[in-house]
């Protein structure tokens, strides 16, 4: 999953929750500052921090590592 996607799903599962960002921030711990940054594509949250944000909506981020090989 790209970034852009992840940020979408979370943002349209907030909406569909009606959670207001303020809301957000509070359920999740997160500062509002983060929530706005992350939402318009400018944030870098940690994977932490994407977490508490995913966790609060009722979600769970799941990370696929590809195996890098050397042949």
Do not use: C, Y
């Not at 992350?38 to 932490?48: C, I, V």
Request: charge should be positive; glycine fraction near 6%.
């Amino acid at each position: 999953m790209h970034f852009e996607e992840l940020i979408k799903q979370l943002k349209d599962r907030r909406k569909e929750l009606k959670v207001t960002q303020e809301m957000w921030a509070d359920i999740s711990g997160v500062s509002l500052r983060t929530i706005k940054q992350f939402e318009s594509g400018k944030g870098n949250p940690t994977l932490d921090t994407l977490s508490k944000m995913a966790n609060a909506l009722g979600l769970e981020i799941a990370l696929q590592i590809k195996k890098l090989s050397n042949t």
